[in-house]
């Protein structure tokens, strides 16, 4: 067997062992099922009725930064998720057996990406129920929701790197949230980039975040509502190709990273 | 192959540091194949991180080890092949029942689903898991996880099992059915290396055993050879009351062979003896003569906390300070 197909198959034996806690486990159904309805529903009432002079157009406006926001908030699943086996002795295990290095990261990061799977179907059918729509074709819908988990994927990862250098569960759990406030604000997800004071200004503009969720806007065919302009640069002008090469970027650092942290990491 | 087919396990002049701690200061073992070897020592003597270089989780500063005869650092996925660890926490997974806890330990040694399941099915039974084998393991009590983490251990029937305290922090009830199984594991001929705090448990299932503190080795040999290394009898008394302390120190440094050693919480008193019996009648009658109450006497060979006392100045299971 090769690297690669030994990877993928102790990998996928990795991931069908995490879904199966997560099915039994009722924290990770409430922050993948409730917490992105709960999303939908306090951004799309509680802010449409104060930012913009149209409600409606604001809503639809806001749904894919709701999208984003969620997908990037699911890497801290990955967080915890190896933090816990960390603590509790399992990974010993695993790097006590003859399988892939790469395995026990990748079948995180995939069932955590099922699970983001679950929580888009959620939060697409409550986006409905609020009025948001697909305006575009078949196919850029297709590939926003491609984009959207290739995204949640590659932030995935930069989980995984952290819940293996935390010190504690703990603290794995702060820190797989706290880097996500900012880069998820600092973004055009709820309001326009233009409005923005000079340095927050250029970091949102450049933010793979801001990047994604243009991207995802355009190809649902979501226009920005009145009173929040689009500004224009190259990232908002080729917002899909700079959102891959974000995500490809992204995967090219932290996958090797998080692999050699690995092969090295000791229980707590 | 450098080991010979005699030898499961060979370590030598192993050296770790953590920071300023040497955590292992030059260890060397050797675990002939089939018997079982006993590693005993207090907390942060070295035991895990033996463990953990020999099972490939760490890296030795220096100092090389064969385990089945590879090089844990040079071929370390043929040396993953050849065990099975059950590590110092019981590493199940709580939400998955017993038998898929074994079918993803099987799937990952490459077993194919049939094997994997079949071989799961056989451990639940040998462990007598085979009534809890669909309930989620969190359901376990403290006896049956640690059953469940021993059954991983030996999935892939490795030549080498190795156990890492594996009845610490268990119940009296829970440590019997330990010992049992690993018992089981030994008849069967399995080469074990086994860490522990508790004496007794090297003792009952250690072929010899050896005495680790501040990451060296001091002392090696059968439970047998360690003790006579200290020779003598051990003369034991409680007394009805703690007022007769000294007095009883007293008789008992004239009819033993070294200081008598007095417990003043617990009313203890002992001594090391060289005349056995007659040292006792000589005690009991100089004791009566003087209307001191004796509670409970006994006479024994001096057990391995005895051994550990004089070879380091401090008890196996007493708490030390870190440093």
């Given at each position: 067997m090769t690297v690669l197909t030994q990877g993928l198959r102790d990998g996928s034996i990795v991931a069908w062992r995490n879904l199966l806690n997560v099915r039994r486990n009722a924290d990770w159904l409430f922050a993948a099922v409730i917490q992105p309805v709960m999303f939908v529903l306090l951004f799309a009432y509680v802010f449409a009725g104060s930012i913009g002079s149209n409600p409606a157009a604001y809503r639809e406006f806001l749904l894919a930064g709701i999208f984003v926001q969620t997908v990037a908030f699911n890497s801290a699943f990955t967080v915890i998720g190896l933090a816990n086996d960390l603590q509790k002795g399992i990974i010993d295990r695993f790097r006590s057996l003859?399988?892939?290095?790469?395995a026990v990261l990748l079948g995180r990061t995939v069932s955590d990406l099922v699970v983001s799977c679950g929580a888009l179907l959620i939060m697409s059918l409550c986006g409905l129920v609020v009025?948001?729509?697909?305006?575009?074709?078949f196919l850029d819908a297709v590939a926003a929701y491609l984009l959207l988990l290739l995204f949640a994927f590659a932030l995935s990862w930069v989980g995984a790197l952290i819940g293996l250098a935390a010190p504690s569960v703990e603290v794995a759990q702060s820190a797989g949230l706290v880097w996500l406030f900012p880069v998820s604000f600092i973004s055009s997800a709820f309001v326009s980039v233009g409005g923005m004071p000079g340095p927050l200004r250029a970091f949102a503009e450049w933010n793979p975040f801001t990047s994604v969720i243009n991207a995802v806007r355009q190809l649902f065919g979501n226009p920005s509502p009145p009173g929040l302009p689009m500004p224009h640069g190259w990232p908002v002008d080729h917002a899909v190709l700079y959102t891959v090469l974000c995500a490809a970027v992204i995967l090219l650092i932290f996958v090797p990273l998080s692999v050699a942290k690995y092969r090295k990491v000791a229980s707590k | 192959m450098t080991a010979s087919n005699q030898v499961a396990v060979r370590a030598e002049a192993l050296i770790k540091t953590f920071g300023n701690t040497r955590a292992l200061d030059g260890v060397d073992l050797e675990i002939p194949t089939g018997t079982v070897l006993g590693m005993l020592g207090p907390n942060g003597a070295g035991k895990t991180t033996t463990v953990r270089i020999l099972t490939t989780l760490l890296r030795p500063d220096s100092g090389r080890a064969w385990v089945a005869g590879h090089d844990v650092t040079a071929e370390p996925d043929k040396v993953r092949r050849a065990i099975g660890l059950s590590g110092?926490?019981?590493?199940?997974?709580?939400?998955?029942?017993g038998y898929e806890n074994l079918y993803m330990v099987g799937r990952l040694y490459g077993m194919n689903r049939a094997r994997a399941g079949a071989r799961a099915k056989e451990l639940l039974t040998r462990f007598r898991l085979n009534e809890a084998?669909?309930?989620?393991?969190?359901?376990?009590s403290g006896g049956m996880r640690r059953r469940l983490d021993l059954a991983g251990a030996l999935v892939a029937e490795p030549a080498v099992v190795v156990l890492d305290e594996p009845t610490t922090g268990l119940d009296p009830r829970g440590r019997m059915e330990t010992w049992e199984v690993i018992g089981e594991l030994v008849a069967d001929g399995a080469t074990v290396l086994l860490t522990t705090q508790y004496l007794e448990e090297a003792d009952q299932l250690a072929d010899t055993i050896l005495v680790i503190d501040h990451g060296k080795v001091i002392a090696s040999g059968t439970a047998d050879k360690l003790k006579s290394q200290i020779g003598g009898e051990r003369l034991e008394l409680v007394l009805a009351e703690a007022a007769d302390l000294p007095a009883t120190a007293k008789v008992l440094a004239e009819v033993g062979s070294a200081e008598p050693v007095v417990d003043e919480h617990t009313r203890r008193a002992h001594v090391p003896v060289d005349t056995g019996s007659k040292a006792l009648i000589e005690a009991l009658r100089r004791l009566d003569a003087q209307d001191i109450a004796v509670l409970d006497v006994s006479l024994h060979r001096p057990t391995l906390d005895d051994v550990f006392l004089s070879l380091t100045g401090h008890s196996a299971e007493e708490e030390k300070d870190p440093s």
């Open positions: 003859p399988m892939s290095r790469l009025g948001w729509r697909i305006r575009g074709s | 110092q926490y019981a590493a199940v997974d709580e939400n998955l029942t084998a669909e309930r989620p393991a969190k359901t376990y």
